[in-house]
């Protein structure tokens, strides 16, 4: 059986055909089971990314099949309840067995979408997390970066992850997560500045990850500043990344000030290439990653392919390789990938011309018809990442979907709603 996104567990027949068509609507895979037993068959079967399970069933209510997970073990993606009659009571007691979230019935479109949406995004920091950071490598460089982190990790300071663009900040901010204790990352970026104070709340003795920070605006900049002033007395750890030290525009580099309050403790996260002589142990947990996270089967690579990757730059890095290593395995034939398929696949990336390479813009139109191309090709870029699913294209992109669908038809940029979209907004 094919793997799914998500696993739906309910009685009510009506409940879980709702759902389904929802979901599916919005380009999720969806499995259905009616009962405990059917849910246990099927999250061996299909192992779900997430499982949306109803506290009342008949023969095994949904609390116990929890128990029931955790106890074995098997309680490996986000699990969130829903019921239309379940006290405070049984939402706590979910929560500290396991459950990441609790929906109330009948379920509002936009929460059901939202709590999925992070659920999914939840499940796949817990298995990249699962890459712990010895994984990375043994090279000299990665012994300095964990030598660098040894002492980091028992401070309580604010931390600034340095690095190139596709480092693996968030791979390295999980460094520092005591075992159970919260983390938390804004939905959208907005929410620094317009609810900084219940960030804080959420991340009480745990760590508030901020992303990189160097692509924010001078407003989200100062949001994080009154963060940090407020963060030792609600005891959160602060982390924020930076792939741009200097030479970037104006509201894509830290503010001197916000940068003084995040120098205590700087950490400098290596460039790829400079670890050439890990790359077939990286190639290799990246297969098992995407094995695990994507149901994508694993691929050998030839010693020629490796040979290839070795020599490569990575201007990416981490999130270059891993989108080259998941496209070779997808297109593998033979269940092998050759220096031929490696070299295509990287060829393709050289053979940009200069401009392109270096931003891909002709910075002798005017500045109006920059802005406009530069909107464009994002919002483009987006919607094919998405699979042109817009309601993920919204929460990615930080806008809602009303505002999106106008900036879009500004752009000219064609576009379909789904009628799970179009109800979101009414």
């Given at each position: 059986m094919r793997s799914s996104d998500i696993l739906i567990v309910d009685d009510e027949?009506?409940?879980?055909?709702?759902?389904?068509?929802?979901?599916?609507?919005?380009?999720?895979?969806?499995?259905?089971?009616?009962?405990?037993?059917?849910a246990r068959q099927l999250r061996h079967q299909t192992r779900p990314a997430m499982v949306l399970l109803d506290i009342w069933m008949p023969d095994c209510d949904g609390i116990t099949l929890l128990k029931e997970w955790a106890k074995n073990?098997?309680?490996?993606?986000?699990?969130?309840?829903?019921?239309?009659?379940?006290?405070?009571?049984?939402?706590?007691?979910?929560?500290?067995?396991?459950?990441l979230d609790f929906l109330e019935k009948p379920i509002a479109l936009q929460k059901l979408l939202s709590t999925v949406d992070r659920a999914l995004k939840y499940g796949e920091m817990q298995a990249a997390s699962g890459l712990s950071l010895d994984k990375l490598g043994n090279s000299p460089s990665v012994q300095e970066l964990n030598q660098a982190l040894e002492p980091a990790i028992k401070q309580n300071k604010p931390v600034l992850l340095t690095g190139e663009r596709g480092s693996p900040f968030g791979l390295v901010a999980r460094y520092f997560q005591k075992n159970g204790s919260p983390w938390v990352e804004p939905g959208k970026t907005e929410h620094i500045v317009d609810i900084p104070m219940e960030l804080l709340q959420k991340a009480a003795g745990g760590i508030l990850y901020l992303g990189d920070i160097s692509e924010y605006s001078k407003s989200l900049q100062q949001g994080i500043a009154f963060l940090l002033s407020k963060a030792e007395r609600s005891n959160v750890r602060i982390i924020c990344a930076s792939s741009r030290q200097n030479g970037a525009a104006e509201n894509q580099v830290i503010d001197s000030k916000l940068q003084?309050?995040?120098?205590?403790?700087?950490i400098k996260i290596p460039p790829l290439r400079?670890?050439?002589?890990d790359m077939a142990f990286?190639?290799?947990?990246?297969?098992?990653?995407?094995?695990?996270?994507?149901?994508i089967t694993p691929v050998r690579f030839s010693t020629a392919a490796l040979d290839i990757l070795r020599q490569y730059d990575w201007p990416g890095n981490f999130e270059q390789l891993r989108g080259v290593v998941k496209s070779l395995a997808l297109g593998a034939e033979g269940g092998e990938v050759d220096e031929q398929a490696v070299g295509a696949v990287l060829g393709k990336m050289n053979r940009a011309p200069v401009s392109e390479m270096v931003g891909g813009f002709n910075f002798n139109m005017p500045l109006r018809e920059l802005r406009e191309e530069l909107e464009r090709r994002y919002f483009e870029y987006?919607?094919?990442?998405?699979?042109?699913?817009?309601?993920?294209v919204a929460q990615k992109v930080g806008l809602e979907r009303t505002h999106l669908y106008r900036k879009l038809k500004q752009l000219g940029i064609n576009f379909s709603r789904r009628r799970g979209d179009k109800g979101a907004d009414e």
């Open positions: 027949i009506g409940i879980r055909d709702l759902l389904s068509e929802i979901l599916q609507d919005e380009g999720y895979t969806v499995t259905l089971a009616e009962n405990a037993e059917e073990g098997q309680l490996t993606m986000p699990v969130v309840m829903m019921s239309g009659h379940a006290s405070i009571d049984t939402a706590v007691e979910a929560t500290r067995i396991g459950a003084e309050a995040l120098s205590a403790c700087v400079s670890q050439p002589d990286l190639v290799e947990q990246i297969l098992s990653e995407l094995a695990e996270t994507q149901k987006h919607i094919v990442q998405e699979s042109h699913n817009m309601s993920r």
